[in-house]
């Protein structure tokens, strides 16, 4: 068994590099990974590779079969372990679990497309989690006039191809070496590359026709040993993440795990992080799946009394069922020294211990949305795209799982504070019926998606529209600044309702904007601009600064009703717009893109002279 022979380097022995495949739906992930998956059960080729839980590991054998290095090339590590994320998880984007855990990534991009927003997504999360990765330039078989090769190494496939196929890869790659380095990032064709500490390499690929699939396997190992060796030493310390909850009818709740680092036992003590907060329970089965051969023979699951990293692993545990995927699992072994494992536990409870610790090292604030989602991984790549300087929308909140009453009762704090933050952004968990309708009952959106971008556009569109809304509602509190002159012996109706011309000498005066005038340090209302026309007899419904327009200004309360032109005010006082404080706030919130600088400034005087605090 491969797995059991560890590679030694000096006297350090060697875990399996752990890698997971990120890019844009379509780029061909899941094609590429069951082309590295396939190839050889298809064949009938030697080296073994093995379907584990949730991931696909990849014997070093096999990688020196099917990319045969140069002479002087040693592989140190003992193969490769490929994560495939599961089929119903939706976040193919970005595989957050994937990529919390792995220790290199391939960057799938359609030699077609380029940089696809998923692919520029993916990017990002890997510079910030400083994750290493290769690109994968995939879907080459599709230039015009391609020549399969199947399963030849990329330079040898190139070479084959005719001066037209090789000027079109040629320009296309250059496309996305350009667009990578507008993100940020140096790349090189992999065989180019002298610098590959600071450029990252670019394998192209068929996942087709397999061309360039042996240059993939051998750079993941070769440059992972390269890079990081540290981090590939084995130790005997457990590092294990926990991938999935499952419910098996035979078996219980089980947990599907990556088993990173160090050698699990069965009857081993584990603390599982859960949402009820962290529990402590014993290893019964440590599963993994025969090879395909043996299935037949013996049922889905071989029963092992220990398994060493790295690995994908089912694990049988009680008190499993609110385990939490995207959290590690910690190993307390009895043997520890009593102080020690007083210690142990005591990072137990404040690493791992609940959930509300976790999730409170998320970034939130006090007025933003809510967030819910499957895994605790997703929901932290979550948290950090919405509050990424691009996107920018502040979290107050977040939870894992269903979304029940609970979740819908603490989003809606927001009604009063911050209405259109008052919003669950749920990805992949379910809504239940409840939750539902008090959320619809009490104002608050739920928006859900399965990608990240389309979560985000649809709370952006939500935003959009209740912003539209709210300034619909407050249209008739948004009063613009203006002052206007009254013109001399243009006065045609010297009461309720008022007529005459003015001359608009600061501001934008609109029809609906309240009247009043500053006498003797009083103001006195006149009622609002109920209609507008021009010399020439047009109606119109706003008139800027030097325009001269005939206004009429209708009283409401029965005090504006009984000014009078020449006894209460007359062509030496202007007339200015009534804002109040709820008129600011108004324009402040809804009007900003239309009020500029001098309206702001005349706001400001007209403020001062109302007395308005
Ligand atoms: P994913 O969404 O990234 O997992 O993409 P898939 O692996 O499902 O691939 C999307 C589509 O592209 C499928 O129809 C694949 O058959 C096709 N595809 C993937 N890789 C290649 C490739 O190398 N060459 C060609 N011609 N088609 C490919």
Not at 161 to 166: A, E, H, I, L
């Amino acid at each position: 068994d491969s797995q059991d022979v560890c590679a030694i380097e000096g006297d350090r022995v060697l875990r399996e590099p752990i890698c997971c495949i990120l890019g844009h739906v379509d780029a061909g992930k899941t094609k590429l990974l069951d082309c590295i998956r396939h190839t050889n059960v298809q064949k009938g080729e030697a080296g073994g590779i093995m379907q584990q839980i949730g991931a696909t590991y990849v014997p070093v054998e096999y990688i020196k079969e099917r990319a045969k290095p140069r002479e002087g090339v040693v592989i140190k590590v003992p193969g490769l372990l490929v994560i495939d994320t599961p089929g119903h998880e939706s976040f193919s984007n970005m595989r957050s679990r994937g990529m919390s855990l792995c220790d290199i990534a391939v960057v799938v991009v359609d030699i077609m497309h380029g940089l696809q927003k998923q692919t520029v997504e993916s990017l990002a999360l890997l510079k910030d989690r400083n994750v290493r990765f290769i690109v994968v330039l995939n879907k080459v078989d599709r230039l015009c006039g391609w020549k399969h090769c199947p399963d030849a190494p990329i330079k040898k496939a190139l070479e084959n191809q005719s001066g037209d196929v090789k000027k079109e890869f040629q320009w296309r790659l250059t496309k996305v070496v350009t667009q990578l380095k507008e993100n940020g990032f140096n790349t090189a064709l992999y065989y180019d590359n002298q610098k590959f500490r600071k450029v990252f390499d670019i394998v192209p690929t068929s996942a087709i026709s397999g061309e360039g699939i042996p240059d993939l396997l051998l750079m993941l190992v070769l440059r992972s040993q390269a890079t990081m060796m540290e981090k590939l030493t084995f130790v005997n310390t457990v590092e294990c993440t926990v991938l999935e909850v499952n419910d098996d009818k035979d078996l219980g709740t089980t947990i599907d795990v990556v088993l990173i680092n160090g050698v699990l036992y069965k009857g081993d003590q584990v603390n599982v992080c859960t949402k009820q907060g962290p529990v402590a329970t014993i290893i019964r089965d440590l599963l993994t799946p025969h090879p395909l051969k043996e299935l037949r023979v013996k049922g889905i699951y071989k029963h092992h009394k220990e398994l060493k990293a790295a690995q994908g692993v089912k694990i049988v545990a009680r008190g499993l069922k609110y385990a939490i995927p995207g959290t590690s699992l910690i190993v307390v072994k009895p043997g520890d020294e009593l102080g020690q494992s007083e210690a142990k536990n005591q990072r137990n409870e404040n690493e791992e211990g609940n959930v509300i610790q976790e999730i409170s090292r998320l970034k939130t604030c006090k007025e933003g949305v809510y967030v819910q989602a499957s895994t605790f991984g997703i929901l932290e790549a979550i948290i950090e795209h919405l509050n990424s300087p691009g996107v920018n929308v502040p979290v107050s909140g977040c939870n894992l799982g269903p979304i029940e009453k609970k979740d819908v009762m603490k989003a809606s704090a927001m009604l009063k504070r911050k209405e259109e933050y008052a919003a669950i952004l749920a990805f992949n968990v379910r809504v239940m019926p409840e939750a539902d309708v008090l959320a619809s009952e009490s104002g608050v959106k739920i928006v859900t998606a399965d990608t990240l971008y389309k979560l985000v556009d649809s709370f952006n569109e939500h935003i959009k529209r209740s912003k539209e809304l709210k300034k619909m509602q407050c249209a008739v509190d948004a009063v613009f600044p203006c002052t206007l002159k009254i013109l001399p012996n243009r006065v045609y109706r010297k009461k309720d309702p008022f007529l005459c011309d003015v001359e608009v000498l600061e501001g934008v005066v609109k029809v609906g904007t309240p009247i009043c005038v500053y006498v003797g340090g009083a103001v006195h209302g006149l009622g609002r601009i109920s209609s507008m026309q021009t010399s020439n007899g047009n109606q119109i419904d706003s008139a800027k600064r030097g325009v001269v327009v005939s206004v009429k200004i209708t009283g409401e309360s029965p005090k504006e009703k009984t000014r009078l032109y020449g006894r209460h005010f007359d062509e030496s006082n202007e007339l200015i717009s009534q804002i109040s404080r709820r008129s600011i706030d108004v324009l402040k919130e809804y009007y900003r893109d239309e009020m500029n600088d001098e309206n702001w400034q005349l706001i400001r005087r007209l403020k001062k002279l109302l007395d308005i605090a």
